[in-house]
C-alpha cells in the first residue's frame, strides 16, 4: 500500500510549522494527528495563538521549542526562512479570515502551505491568492479531506471510467445538529468565530460545510457547475449568518444536481452524504459509514463495494492502510492530503515530475470552493435567483 513504507526506504520528515490551532482549537489537533499518522512531518514551529504568550504556551503542550514559539505569523514566517533547518511547510488552522494573509507571507518566501478551507473568507482574497500561487515556487494544498476517502476515490474511479455512463443526478448533503441553538452566545469558541462574518465570511453553514459537500461532489463526479440556484436561511433568531442551505445546480453537459446543507437537523451529528447517478447506473456514499460504496447498475440488484474488499479498485488500494474489514474514518482521511502533499513537496523540491497518482485540492479548487460560496450569496439575495459562477 502506498502509505506505507519500509524503514530503510523512510526519507526524512519534512519540516512543518503551524499558524493557529493552539489550545482548544479543535481544528489545529486533528491537523496534527493527519500530518504524523504517516510520518511524513515534523511539527518544529508555530504562531499557535494570537500573543506570544499563549503561542509559548501551546507551543510547550506540543513539545515545540520556545525559541520556534512565535507571535505572530509575519515574524514566523521571516525568521523562519532564514534559518538553515527553517520550515519547509506550514499548516494553516486558523479562522477563515486569516487564510489569505498567513498564506501570503510564507508563499512569499518559498514556503509551502497547507491551508484548511475554505480557502480565504472572500471572493477578491481568493483570486488573489490563486494568482499568488501561480506565481510562487512553493505548492499550496487545501485541506478538503473528504476527497483523501478511499471509497471516494473508488467513486471518481468508476465515474471515469464510464461505469455509470453520462451523469444526469447529482445529489449531496451535509447535515449537522450543532448549531440547533444559540451555541455561540455562550462563549463556546468554535460556535463564536463560526457565525462571525468578520471571521468566518458572508457565508455561515454554506461556507463552513456547504463547501465540502460542494468540493465532493464536484470531486466524484468531474462536472463543473454552469448556473446555481440558493435559498441561504438563518434559523436561530439572533445569528448572523446563514445555517441552512438548500441549492439547485446545472452542470455543464445537462446534469442536474441539489445540495442540502444544515446545521440545525437535530439527529444529524456529521451526515455527509452522496448520490450520483447516470444512464447505466448510481453510486451511492456516506462519510458515516465511509468504507462502503454502494454500486446500482440499471436493472441488476445493488451491489457493496468494500474498502480493499472484492470489486476495490486500485485508487482505493493506493490510500488504504488495513486490510477490508478495519475501518478507517476521518483521521486517515484527513492523513492521505498529508500524505499526497508530502509526495508532491518530496518530488518538487527534488525538481521531479510529480507522481500521476498523486492528487491534492489545489488553489484552483479553494477559488471554485469560494466562488460557489459567492454565487450561493448573490443567488440568497435575490430571492433564489439563478446566477453563473465566477
Excluded at 109 to 124: A, F, Q, Y
Excluded at 271 to 289: A, C, F, N, P, V
Excluded at 308 to 321: C, E, L, Y
Excluded at 351 to 376: M, N, R, T
Aim: proline share 5%; hydrophobic share 40%; net charge neutral.
Amino acid at each position: 500500500m502506498a502509505n506505507q513504507e519500509t524503514s530503510s526506504s523512510r526519507p526524512r520528515r519534512i519540516r512543518l510549522g503551524m499558524v493557529g490551532g493552539g489550545r482548544d482549537a479543535f481544528i489545529g489537533g486533528v491537523h496534527r494527528i493527519a500530518s504524523r499518522i504517516d510520518d511524513h512531518f515534523e511539527l518544529v514551529a508555530g504562531a499557535f495563538s494570537a500573543t506570544p504568550e499563549k503561542s509559548k504556551a501551546s507551543a510547550a503542550d506540543l513539545g515545540v521549542s520556545e525559541d520556534r514559539a512565535y507571535g505572530d505569523f509575519v515574524e514566523m514566517a521571516k525568521r523562519e526562512a532564514r534559518l538553515k533547518n527553517g520550515i519547509e511547510a506550514v499548516a494553516i488552522v486558523t479562522p477563515n479570515h486569516m487564510h489569505y494573509p498567513a498564506a501570503r507571507e510564507f508563499l512569499k518566501r518559498g514556503i509551502h502551505v497547507i491551508c484548511d478551507k475554505p480557502m480565504t473568507s472572500t471572493l477578491p482574497d481568493a483570486r488573489k491568492l490563486a494568482k499568488l500561487v501561480e506565481k510562487s515556487d512553493a505548492l499550496f494544498v487545501l485541506t478538503h479531506n473528504y476527497t483523501g476517502y478511499p471509497m471516494v476515490r473508488q467513486a471518481r474511479e468508476m465515474i471515469a471510467s464510464g461505469a455509470l455512463g453520462k451523469i444526469r443526478l447529482v445529489q449531496v448533503e451535509y447535515v449537522q445538529d450543532w448549531l440547533s441553538e444559540a451555541l455561540e452566545q455562550t462563549g463556546q469558541k468554535q460556535a463564536e468565530w463560526r457565525t462571525d462574518p468578520d471571521k468566518s465570511g458572508g457565508g455561515g453553514c454554506i461556507g463552513d460545510i456547504g463547501t465540502h459537500a460542494f468540493n465532493l461532489a464536484s470531486f466524484v463526479s468531474d462536472l463543473t457547475i454552469e448556473k446555481l440556484s440558493a435559498e441561504l436561511t438563518t434559523f436561530v433568531p439572533g445569528r448572523r449568518l446563514d445555517d441552512n442551505v438548500s441549492v439547485m445546480m446545472r452542470f455543464e453537459g445537462g446534469a442536474r444536481g441539489m445540495l442540502w446543507a444544515s446545521q440545525v437537523a437535530p439527529g444529524n451529528e456529521n451526515t455527509l452524504k452522496l448520490r450520483i447517478y447516470g444512464e447505466k447506473g448510481g453510486l451511492e456514499w456516506s462519510q458515516e459509514d465511509p468504507n462502503y460504496l454502494w454500486h446500482a447498475p440499471l436493472g441488476e440488484p445493488k451491489r457493496l463495494i468494500t474498502r480493499n474488499g472484492a470489486g476495490s479498485g486500485a485508487a482505493a488500494g493506493r490510500i488504504s492502510r488495513v486490510p477490508a474489514g478495519h475501518p478507517e474514518g476521518y483521521l486517515e482521511g484527513f492523513a492521505n492530503i498529508y500524505s499526497e502533499a508530502a509526495h508532491a513537496i518530496r518530488a518538487h523540491d527534488a525538481k521531479l515530475p510529480q507522481p500521476a497518482e498523486v492528487f491534492y485540492p489545489d488553489a484552483s479548487d479553494g477559488l471554485k470552493g469560494v466562488e460557489f460560496i459567492d454565487a450561493c450569496l448573490r443567488s440568497s439575495k435575490r430571492d433564489a435567483a439563478w446566477v453563473t459562477m465566477g
